[in-house]
């Protein structure tokens, strides 16, 4: 059992166990362990990409801000990046913008193209050449839709995030509940929401009153809870 004093240094930081952060990303959860923790082939042990916020933790688990940044790292996947150039960009990125996360921060839509290119000069890694030669290469990985739905502060860094598209009813938040899905305006969070939806036969209406929220909360926490954020 976590106790209360293991337990303050997580707040504002956010917890999300694998399969948790699987479902809130879209990402299988095996690959989220292999990008954050490292993994081992071959005989040989290869680190995270980055070093995850909650490194100290018995379990595998992830913060805020690397539930955030596994979403870029998905992106450059899909579009045949390797793993030793993105953990070098990686690397490079945090150096150059001063930011731990460096693919979230909104600079890396603007600059990101240009640490490509100093990866692809050092290493020659031929899946990073129309990314680095062609701005639509670059666009279509770094897309505003990576972006969309996060709040920054004043110094770039991610806030929180709200992950239904066209919507803020639903926000993941490291400063509230561990950074679990609630209903922003309420702070209930969309799991007990979408369980009662099913318990009370579908009828949002039945359970906006149970709750003392509008039927839209009632159905965005359904539309999260159901993974279709589209």
């Not at 993941?172 to 679990?180: A, V």
């Amino acid at each position: 059992m976590t106790s209360t004093s293991s337990i303050s240094p997580l707040i504002g930081v956010g917890l999300y166990s694998l399969p948790e952060a699987a479902a809130y990303t879209g990402i299988p959860a095996a690959q989220l362990g292999r990008w954050v923790f490292g993994y081992r082939a071959d005989g040989k042990q290869y680190p995270g990409l980055w070093q995850p916020a909650l490194v100290d933790l018995d379990e595998k688990t992830l913060g805020f801000h690397d539930l955030l940044e596994v979403r870029f790292v998905h992106a450059f996947r899909q579009h045949g990046i390797s793993l030793q150039a993105i953990r070098a960009a990686s690397q490079h990125a945090a150096e150059w913008f001063k930011q731990p996360y460096p693919f979230t921060c909104r600079r890396f839509q603007t600059d990101g193209r240009s640490i490509f290119a100093t990866v692809l000069e050092q290493t020659g890694d031929e899946s990073l050449i129309d990314l680095v030669k062609r701005q639509y290469a670059f666009k279509q990985v770094i897309s505003d839709s990576l972006y969309a739905g996060i709040d920054y502060d004043s110094e770039g860094e991610a806030l929180r995030w709200y992950p239904l598209k066209r919507s803020k009813a639903v926000v993941l938040d490291p400063s509230r509940h561990f950074g679990k899905p609630i209903l922003d305006q309420s702070g209930i969070d969309t799991q007990s929401v979408a369980a009662a939806f099913i318990a009370e036969n579908r009828n949002a209406r039945r359970v906006a009153r149970l709750y003392e929220i509008s039927p839209a909360e009632v159905e965005a926490a359904v539309r999260f809870e159901s993974k279709d954020a589209a």
